[in-house]
Every structure is written in C-alpha cells, then in structure tokens.
C-alpha cells in the first residue's frame, strides 16, 4: 500500500504527561458531547463508554471528496429506478435466493407485496424514502480517485454522530491549530437525513401519525440512533417517534381495513429502519410476519422492500455490467461518472463469466473480495480464505450467493486509534492506518416523480491496515473525519 504523507508530525512534540493529558480530555469531551455506545459485552441500558476515533483526522484529497459529495444525487435516483424496475432486481437475484435463505425471505417478501400491497394500498404505497450512504475508498491503483465499496440502503448509520460530536475540531483547538478548522469541511448529515424524514410525514398529511423506528432488541449505537430522534422533534416540535423492535410489532400494531399501520393507538406516518438488515432481527417467523406487515401498510417505508433488494451486493455487481447503467441513467455524462467511481465487480453464477471469475480469486486471492448479500460488517472474505471457500463451493449453486470484488489499495496513513478502556500509558505508538469515505443521500418519491433528491452530509472511518473489516459497530473501526488538502496528482 502507497503511503499519503501525514498533515502533521505526530506525535505533535507534545512531553508524554501532556499527550496522555490530551487523549483523556478528548475522550471525556467526545463522551460528554453525545459520542458514545453501548458495550456489547456489558450491555447495560444506564452506561456509555467512548465511541471509539481517531485522535486526528485523516488527510483527504478535497477534489476526490467533492466527486464523492457530487455524484451522491445520480446514486439516489439510480437506486430509486432499481428499486421500481422489477424484471432487473428478479434477473440480479433469481440465482442468489436458490441458495441465500435471507435474501430468498426478503424476495418472497417483495414478491407477496407486488402481488397484493401495491395494489391495495393505492396511491400511498407509491411514496417511498431512502436514506442513503455510499461508502468509499481511495485507490492508489487509479490516481487516489475515490471507488466505491458499496451502497447502504437500510440502516445507514452514523449521520448522527459524526455531524453531531466535533472531537477533531475540538483536538486541533486544544493544539493551537485554529487556523486548520477551515479544512474539515461542514457536515450537517443529521440534519439533512432528519429534514428528509419529516418532509415524508409531512406528506403523509395526517398531523396526528407518527415516525415508527425499527430498532435492534440491544441499541448498541444507541447516541446516534437519539441524535436522529432528537433532531426530528426538533426540527418538528409536535412530531412523535416511536421506537419498537420488530419482534414488539408483531405482537402490538396491526393494520385497519384500510391499511393504516396502527402501533400505540397512532396511525404510522413513517417508518424508519435502523434494524432489519441482518438475520440476526428475525428470531422467527413472528419478525417476518412484523416487516410484512409494515410492508403492507400505507406507511412510508425508509427503505421498503425494493430499495432494500436495491443494495444488495449481487444488484452492485449487475450495475457494473457494461451498457447496465444505460439502462436507468440516460446522460451520458452521468453514466461516466458513476461508471467511474465502480471497481471491479463480478458474478460467480455457475456459468462460463463466473468461472472466469473463481479462477481470478484463486489464481490471486489477495487482489479480490468476497462478499455476501448482508449488511452491517464482518461478513466478507479475504487473502486464503477466498480460496478456501470457493473450492469449498466451487461446483455448487452456492456459488451464486457471492460476488467477487476487486480489492481497493487505499494509502496508509498514520495516527492514533482510541478506545474505552485504552492505556495510553503503556502504548503510545503510531498506527498505519486506511481510511473509507461515506456519503448520505435523501430522496423522496412518489411513484416516478422525485420531489427531493440531495447529498446531506459525511462519514469516515479508519481502522488498522492489518484489519479487513472496517465496520466501527462491529468493532473493528474508528470514526474520523477528512482533513481536506489539494493534492496534485501525477
């Protein structure tokens, strides 16, 4: 991996009393202004502990930040015409629902509300929310131009804390830094994802509904699922929200004759996802049964179904068919641009392209990724474990259930990592670090008409050069922020 010369000098000549001085000052400042979670292992509703970050933030090149910020609009309306085409999400996923038992449940899914909801419900089940984050990483391969890792259509999370908590800001005041503010651009992603969320109530147009949020049975990133809430009241004083797990909604809303969603005696406006995504949600059929019933209702669903099939990873690999994006995106400029940003990406369906495919991974594992139709982190594989598993599979449909991505080389850098319970005092070493970009999108449809489509804010991650997953829920990464310079490529 490429180096990307640090901004500053670390670790900044400060005396080593003064250093451990500054981490725990910062940890308590981040702490006391909303930047915590829940342990996972000492799960306790009362106790937060420091969300783990970075002690500065990471150099970003600013031309391939803006790219990012610029295209976010075209991705939006490419997911919602995804989202609509349902001979395209039928020929993406056909092969996969065989043999993935959780995207085979979501589809029958899709499948019994095409069926029977859309119609029913009319012209209410034609309005449709996303709340969206596409995910990046610079490649040194390609110039350091930004390449995406994929796109989050259910549950994008940390728009809340990330435009909420401004740690990094306050670090480079303790240092003396002020001039540098100028270089972590604004982000008002809570905003922006909130904004979107009460312009759906609005257009529900019942002043009395309510936002339903889908929680997790343990909200471990409980500040930046509140952020959100917070913000909506707000921003919309007589707005109520509701938090429920799925399993609760199956046994306490239900659907009026004419299929309003009905949770504490209050008609669902919108409901809000921030679990649903994994396996893990559905403990039974009784949390299948919950989704299909918001499924059916007239509630505007942040994401339904569709936008949900939308982001899987077998639809990403689909889109970077060459002629694809034609199909949904008609200027040419913007298909240029989106095409872009895309890495490599392949089937490994049980035909000729995807024995094509198994033997790039096998010949050389360490340049791809595999990655299954999930969300939420640690599902991927990588190095020998691509080959140990495809040879595992190599003459079964459960091929069918992956694709294969190119591996992106991100520049290292260097920095701090802090976490709870982290002794400083013991080890104070750099870290060789890499980085991934997020950028959140609302778009709000009624049918084919798009009444908002905006780019509302960002999110970084880094974690360990040693470390694949980057997911900082599922404990791998460090939130950030990009320090943004002008870099003159070669």
Not at 73 to 94: A, G, I
Not at 250 to 274: C, G, P
Not at 363 to 374: G, T, W
Request: net charge negative.
């Amino acid at each position: 991996m490429a180096q990307l010369k640090s901004w500053i000098s670390l670790p900044l000549g400060l005396p080593t009393n003064e250093f451990q001085e500054l981490i725990q000052k910062t940890k308590d400042w981040t702490l006391m202004h909303g930047g915590g979670i829940r342990s996972k292992h000492h799960f306790s509703s009362d106790s937060l502990t420091v969300v783990p970050f970075t002690l500065l933030p990471s150099v970003f090149p600013r031309d391939e930040f803006q790219k990012a910020l610029n295209i976010q609009p075209v991705l939006n309306e490419l997911t919602h015409m995804v989202s609509r085409d349902y001979e395209f999400l039928q020929s993406c996923l056909e092969k996969t629902i065989e043999v993935d038992e959780f995207t085979n449940n979501l589809y029958k899914l899709y499948e019994t509300v095409r069926e029977e909801g859309f119609t029913q419900c009319g012209a209410l089940q034609s309005k449709c929310l996303g709340l969206l984050r596409s995910d990046y990483m610079l490649d040194v391969c390609h110039s350091l131009s930004v390449k995406q890792v994929e796109m989050n259509t259910i549950a994008s999370s940390f728009g809340g804390m990330t435009s909420s908590v401004l740690t990094h800001r306050f670090v480079l005041q303790q240092l003396d830094l002020l001039d540098t503010f100028k270089l972590l651009p604004e982000n008002k992603a809570v905003q922006g994802l909130c904004s979107a969320i009460i312009k759906a109530w609005e257009l529900f147009n019942d002043e009395d509904s309510v936002v339903l949020v889908i929680i997790e049975d343990k909200s471990i990133n409980i500040c930046d699922q509140r952020f959100h809430e917070f913000e909506l009241t707000r921003q919309k004083p007589e707005l109520r929200v509701i938090r429920k797990t799925l399993t609760q909604i199956s046994n306490e809303a239900k659907l009026t004759e004419s299929k309003d969603l009905i949770v504490q005696s209050k008609k669902v406006a919108v409901v809000y996802y921030r679990a649903g995504y994994s396996p893990d949600h559905y403990h039974s059929d009784a949390e299948w049964s919950a989704r299909l019933l918001i499924e059916r209702s007239t509630a505007i669903k942040c994401p339904n179904i569709q936008y949900h099939l939308a982001g899987t990873k077998k639809v990403q690999q689909s889109l970077a068919i060459p002629g694809m994006l034609e199909r949904f995106i008609k200027d040419p400029a913007k298909v240029a641009d989106v095409r872009e940003v895309f890495t490599g990406l392949y089937s490994l369906d049980l035909d000729e392209s995807g024995d094509k495919a198994v033997k790039l991974a096998l010949d050389n594992p360490e340049c791809y990724v595999l990655k299954p139709q999930r969300e939420g982190g640690g599902n991927n594989f990588y190095g020998e474990a691509i080959r140990q598993k495809l040879m595992s599979c190599i003459n079964s449909k459960e091929r069918s259930a992956w694709i294969l991505m190119e591996k992106i080389c991100p520049p290292v850098q260097q920095n701090y990592l802090i976490r709870p319970e982290q002794d400083f005092t013991k080890n104070s070493t750099l870290n060789d670090v890499i980085s991934e970009l997020g950028i959140f999108g609302t778009i709000l449809c009624d049918g084919d008409t798009i009444l908002l489509n905006e780019q509302v804010g960002h999110m970084m991650r880094t974690k360990l050069t040693s470390c694949n997953e980057g997911g900082v829920h599922a404990g791998d990464g460090v939130l950030d922020s990009p320090f943004l310079i002008d870099l003159q490529k070669k």
